[in-house]
């Protein structure tokens, strides 16, 4: 890829976490985490589908409600302003490569192991040909040199800010962009008009 191209992908990742976080915000408080997941699904579908690239995409849920911590607290590690130099824990798998290719574009390490809850899923990984006692590193979880994460707060965390409603058809959101290849870090405030963006996309907002 180019350089310009590889900026413009970035930009259009952070359209598809800005539309994830904008359709599950609608729904925080109620009580009802699976709606909120689906919702959030749906926004990334919506923009998935107008973003100009070669891939698999593979949306999917840890295996532990707390897991998706695992992000913000990988990233609070490896931030000079924090008072974090170690993140040490068990969570869900797609959190864990969420977490290294974070830590990859960041600058940080990571080195982790796959840990079977039983025997049925110690056999299913090592039929699947994992080797279960090996020690992964983030360059394990996210091969090539040229990676991105995008990541758009929900609700108020120690990395990003939530959705903040304004009147009744504005949102303004904050995101976290980074590119392994060049290492830039964007921190990224947008004003969305909700109704807009629910004509162009019928999905979110």
Request: proline fraction near 3%; charge should be negative.
């Amino acid at each position: 890829m180019s350089a310009p191209v590889d900026r413009n992908l970035a930009l259009e990742l952070v359209r598809v976490t800005e539309a994830a976080a904008l359709s599950a915000a609608r729904l925080v408080g109620q009580g009802d985490k699976e709606s909120a997941d689906q919702a959030a699904v749906d926004g990334m579908h919506a923009v998935l589908h107008t973003v100009q690239m070669d891939g698999i995409v593979v949306i999917g849920e840890g295996e532990k409600d707390e897991a998706p911590m695992l992000v913000s607290g990988s990233l609070l590690a490896v931030s000079p302003d924090r008072p974090v130099d170690l993140l040490w824990g068990i969570g869900g798998t797609p959190e864990g490569v969420i977490s290294a290719a974070a830590l990859k574009c960041y600058g940080g390490g990571l080195i982790g192991r796959l840990w079977p809850r039983d025997d049925d899923e110690r056999r299913a990984a090592e039929d699947a040909g994992y080797d279960v006692s090996r020690v992964l590193t983030q360059d394990d979880l996210v091969k090539g040199d040229n990676c991105f994460f995008s990541a758009t707060g929900v609700t108020d965390g120690d990395v990003l800010e939530g959705v903040r409603y304004e009147g009744t058809r504005g949102a303004s959101t904050e995101s976290l962009v980074m590119r392994s290849r060049s290492g830039t870090v964007r921190r990224i405030q947008s004003r969305h008009d909700r109704t807009k963006l629910r004509a162009l996309t019928g999905r979110y907002g």
